[in-house]
């Protein structure tokens, strides 16, 4: 009875012992993780503080490169891009939105590209918007339109290269800024696509356009008389027509001396 109580004594003290060796174990274990993860928010920390707040990965560089007629505005649209980066870095600095100022800021630029180059360069290029049309309001207040019919810039000359279009209404509407849109893109397209026709196809020239944005469009002809048209989707039809009276009933002569050609309607009518 007695040894067997010595090796029960026995066997609950080195289970006691295992247990304190056990709980010694888990306790340099869950110490060693604290330690680790202590030491992950640290390096997380100073890895951070090194990308977003340290100088070392501050924009110290920038690269500009302009199509077209752009050169005289590259170096204010450097100290602009220099300004809206300003001690921001390398990796958290919102390109996006400086490329959005610079469109915001230079109507004349139409699209800007830019591409960061490690560790503190900035590479940006500009692409020059193209002047199709001249708008004018009346004979003083022009300004030059690309093709999807935003103004961007005051026209101070009347470009022959460009189509003359006058507006119907003559005043400057009161919110008229640049980037505004003038013209629906569509229905500029078919301008364009009739002034093409009258360049390449038809006996006559053409001096400008009058048109009220909508569905009206009047061509002025060199000799003085006018061809009216309702703009829609596809022009042809009326290209078409006005080919076939220069070609079957009107000579040149007769194109002389007329007063219009009017196409808005199924038949072409001319006097």
């Known amino acids: 009875m007695s040894n067997y109580r010595a090796k029960k004594g026995k066997g609950k003290a080195q289970r006691i012992k295992k247990m304190k060796r056990t709980q010694k174990r888990d306790s340099i274990i869950q110490n060693k993780l604290l330690w680790d993860v202590a030491l992950g928010v640290v390096f997380t920390l100073s890895f951070s503080y090194l990308i977003f707040f340290s100088r070392a990965f501050e924009f110290k560089d920038v690269s500009i490169t302009a199509t077209g007629k752009l050169g005289h505005i590259v ?22 939105n400086t490329k959005a100022n610079i469109l915001s800021n230079y109507p004349e630029i139409e699209t800007v590209t830019a591409r960061r180059i490690f560790p503190h360069g900035l590479f940006v290029e500009l692409y020059e918007r193209k002047p199709v049309i001249t708008w004018c309001y009346n004979k003083v207040d022009c300004f030059l339109m ?126």
């Open 75 to 96: 170096f204010d649209v450097k100290q602009d891009i220099f300004q809206d980066l300003d001690k921001k870095s390398f990796f958290s600095a919102r390109v996006k």
């Open 146 to 271: 690309d093709k999807n019919g935003v103004v961007f810039n005051s026209a101070v000359d009347i470009d022959e290269s460009l189509i003359l279009i006058y507006s119907k209404d003559e005043t400057i509407p009161l919110d008229f800024s640049l980037l505004d849109k003038l013209i629906d893109e569509e229905k500029l397209s078919q301008i364009i696509k009739i002034n093409q026709a009258f360049n390449n196809d038809l006996p006559v020239k053409l001096t400008h356009f009058i048109t009220d944005s909508n569905d009206m469009l009047h061509a002025l002809t060199e000799q003085g008389w006018s061809i009216y048209f309702v703009l829609k989707s596809d022009m042809q039809m009326d290209i078409t027509k006005l080919k076939l009276l220069f070609d079957k009933e009107l000579n040149e002569e007769q194109t002389k001396n007329l007063e219009y050609i009017d196409l808005r309607f199924s038949k072409a009518y001319y006097k």
